[in-house]
T-cell receptor, first 113, second 114 residues
């Protein structure tokens, strides 16, 4: 079965620390991958997306993600987090051949000031 | 521009009652999705619409759940005979067609069943 896995469920960091959140997907073929973010009290919004080309994708607010096909991974990174990055982060991909999206279970990030 | 609008934002109802949740997608978005977000459960796919038709209803948890979309625009999710386990945030998203199109989410309806 196709799946999207996020292994870090809760992450706590101090400001200025580096961040890497893991995301693995289980299928091959054409891959479209997304990271969404949900800030406290706000709706889910797109952080970045990959569907072809340069495997290093840059998104908003200094976030980036690297698509590594051989590892079926699409990890989210930020060199130096801020308190305002406290949020829940979701990795997602459309199920192959459909428009049904599969979301990971999310990672709650808390950044300590 | 206007985003995805959901109403009501909060709904509290008694067990056994029916509830209707509404989603108004971004104009021109032909794809519409419903998800359920429960504490610690991530996003659970319920149903998606392509225009007015629903090619995939596989996520609806039981026959108490139904959804419709009219005019390729507004969608309603109906839960009949609500149960306490239906308590969750129900999210709607819309997008242009295509697997590479990002979804735009509404603020959700927080449903609480007493």
């Amino acid at each position: 079965a196709q799946s999207v896995s996020q292994h870090n469920h809760h992450v706590i960091l101090s400001e200025a620390a580096s961040l890497e959140l893991g995301c693995n997907y289980s299928y091959g073929g054409t891959v479209n991958l997304f990271w969404y973010v949900q800030y406290p009290g706000q709706h889910l919004q797109l952080l970045l997306k990959y569907f072809s080309g340069d495997p290093l994708v840059k998104g908003i607010k200094g976030f980036e993600a690297e698509f590594i096909k051989s590892k079926f991974s699409f990890n989210l990174r930020k060199p130096s987090v801020q308190w305002s990055d406290t949020a829940e982060y979701f990795c997602a991909a459309p199920s192959s051949g459909t428009y049904k999206y599969i979301f990971g279970t999310g990672t709650r990030l808390k950044v300590l000031a | 521009g206007a985003g995805v609008s959901q109403s009501p934002s909060n709904k509290v109802t008694e067990k056994g009652k029916d509830v209707e949740l509404r989603c108004d997608p971004i104009s021109g978005h032909t794809a519409l999705y419903w998800y359920r977000q429960s504490l610690g459960q991530g996003l659970e796919f319920l149903i998606y619409f392509q225009g007015n038709s629903a090619p995939d209803k596989s996520g609806l948890p039981s026959d108490r759940f139904s959804a419709e979309r009219t005019g390729g625009s507004v969608s309603t999710l109906t839960i009949q005979r609500t149960q306490q386990e239906d308590s969750a945030v129900y999210l709607c998203a819309s997008s242009l067609m295509g697997g590479d199109q990002p979804q735009h989410f509404g603020d959700g309806t927080r449903l609480s069943i007493l």
